[in-house]
Nanobody, 127 residues
Framework: QVQLVESGGGLVQAGGSLRLSCAAS????????VGWFRQAPGKEREFVVA????????YYADSVKGRFAISRDNAKNTVYLQMNSLKPEDTAVYYC????????????????????WGQGTQVTVSS
């Protein structure tokens, strides 16, 4: 069993930055790809970025490429999401999830391919 806790959200002006954290408990974290998703009011949960279990590869949604950066520290069981140049359209609740397939060699961008979701952290970007 894995538990995830997201933190670091808040209110920021457009152009500002935030750093989100996803802290995990459980033995499978270090062998699992991790993804960040976000969900705005009235919209479906959408893929943001994912990182491989070893941290060597990343995959970004086009909407955040060049602005967001994902990293992980397996010694701390934590994945980070550095968000720069934030825009009002980035406003959403951000969730991290664990890829259902250990050491997956395929990028998964659908929520159904992830489990062990955290409670989410709210990011609000004002214009």
């Amino acid at each position: 069993q894995v538990q995830l806790v997201e933190s670091g959200g808040g209110l920021v002006q457009a152009g500002g930055s935030l750093r989100l954290s996803c802290a995990a408990s459980g033995r499978t974290f270090s062998t699992s790809n991790v993804g960040w998703f976000r969900q705005a009011p009235g919209k479906e949960r959408e893929f943001v970025v994912a990182i491989t279990w070893d941290g060597f590869s990343t995959y970004y949604a086009d909407s955040v490429k060049g602005r967001f950066a994902i990293s992980r520290d397996n010694a701390k069981n934590t994945v980070y999401l550095q968000m720069n140049s934030l825009k009002p359209e980035d406003t959403a609740v951000y969730y991290c999830g664990i890829d259902k397939i250990r050491r997956s060699a395929i990028w998964h961008i659908l929520p159904r391919d992830y489990d062990y979701w955290g409670q989410g952290t709210q990011v609000t970007v004002s214009s």
